[in-house]
């Protein structure tokens, strides 16, 4: 159903992956190929290990940082624009930010 399709989750964290692990799933049932974002954590490899998932690690820092967040931004675009996704799903506060800016 979704086979060529790909989605990106980006959080700023990767304790949040809890919310989407039942969907991502469901969507890698279906042929899509998904995509975790969070700042690099081993709780980012293992949950993209138990759910034969892509992860990436971008530093994000919670706290407002301009200099941190424009690096985090650029290095999001850039993933976006190797990446190409079909779908952007962006959580947490500053996830939701730069993923939507980037």
């Known amino acids: ?6 989605l990106v989750h980006v959080f ?3 304790d949040s992956l809890i919310f989407v692990t039942d969907q991502v799933r469901r969507l890698r049932e279906l042929g ?3 995509t975790l974002v ?3 954590d081993e709780r ?3 949950v993209g290990r138990a759910l034969g998932v892509r ?3 971008v530093p994000m ?33 500053k996830g939701g930010l730069l993923g939507m800016l980037a």
Do not use: C, N
């Open 12 to 14: 700023s964290v990767a």
């Open 55 to 57: 992860t990436v690690g």
């Open 61 to 93: 820092a919670r706290r407002v940082s301009p200099l941190d967040d424009w690096e985090s931004l650029g290095r999001l675009r850039d993933l976006f624009t190797q990446l190409a996704p079909d779908i952007v799903h962006a959580h947490t506060p």
């Open 38 to 40: 969070a700042s690099p």
């Open 32 to 34: 899509m190929d998904v």
């Open 1 to 6: 159903m979704f086979h060529g399709r790909s």
């Open 44 to 46: 980012l490899t293992r």
